[in-house]
């Protein structure tokens, strides 16, 4: 049984900087996309960022280029997330997730497209 879990989010001012983990039990990352998304109250879960393991290709949404970086350690079975440069507006639930197939630049952020979901880790960026 596949489960992830994300650790490392908190409260930071803007302009800080958070590094969110998911550690993965029951599962493998090769040749499969894994990403990180995030979602507000109300809003639709949007995709922040894909790797895909196979290849190390990364994809970043647009909203987050130059800021965050994705990131894998094969060692620990983790998928990083760097955030710098924090916006009030990343403010967010953010959640990894786990597909089964590679990623592609124009599918990477959907979520229906990943079948395994962590609980979710809270960011909140202060003005």
């Known amino acids: 049984q596949v489960q992830l879990v994300e650790s490392g989010g908190g409260s930071v001012q803007a302009g800080g900087s958070l590094r969110l983990s998911c550690t993965a039990s029951g599962y493998t990352y090769r040749n499969h996309c894994m990403g990180w998304f995030r979602q507000v109250p109300g809003k639709e879960r949007e995709g922040v960022a894909a790797l895909y393991s196979g290849s190390g290709t990364t994809y970043y949404a647009d909203f987050v280029k130059g800021r965050f970086t994705i990131s894998q350690d094969n060692a620990k079975s983790t998928l990083d997330l760097q955030m710098n440069s924090l916006k009030p507006e990343d403010t967010a639930m953010y959640y990894c997730?786990?597909?089964?197939?590679?990623?592609?630049?124009?599918?990477?952020?959907?979520?229906?497209?990943?079948?395994?979901w962590g609980q979710g880790t809270q960011v909140t960026v202060s003005s």
């Open positions: 997730a786990a597909g089964n197939t590679f990623c592609t630049t124009r599918y990477w952020a959907r979520p229906d497209l990943y079948n395994d």
